[in-house]
Nanobody
Framework: QVHLVESGGGTVQPGGSLRLSCAAS????????VTWYRQRPGEERELVAQ????????LYSDPLRGRFTVSRDNTKNMGWLQMVNLRPEDTAVYLC?????????WGQGTQGTIPS
């Protein structure tokens, strides 16, 4: 099973960018679908983007498509979420999730803050 640690959050001005990282340790990262979620203040967790195990297929939340890009490098056991043109409403805790048909794993989250 993999263990996930996110990093790369911070505070940026509107219009700025953040690149979030998800570092995986353990075995079989290349077997896992990776999904980024976010939880905005006072709201439920929502899917942001997803990438298939070998990186061939991508899925994005429709409102975020075009500003967010998901990627991974299985040789480095790493996943990333590139976010550009950030808005105050993107302020959230961003979480990395990995799953196979048998197991799932969550990271602890990283905070991204875009002040208004």
């Amino acid at each position: 099973q993999v263990h996930l640690v996110e990093s790369g959050g911070g505070t940026v001005q509107p219009g700025g960018s953040l690149r979030l990282s998800c570092a995986a340790s353990g075995f079989g990262f290349s077997d896992y679908t990776v999904t980024w979620y976010r939880q905005r203040p006072g709201e439920e967790r929502e899917l942001v983007a997803q990438i298939s195990a070998v990186g061939r297929n991508h899925l994005y939340s429709d409102p975020l498509r075009g500003r967010f890009t998901v990627s991974r490098d299985n040789t480095k056991n790493m996943g990333w979420l590139q976010m550009v043109n950030l808005r105050p409403e993107d302020t959230a805790v961003y979480l990395c999730h990995a799953r196979t048909c048998l197991v799932t794993a969550w990271g602890q989250g990283t905070q991204g803050t875009i002040p208004s």
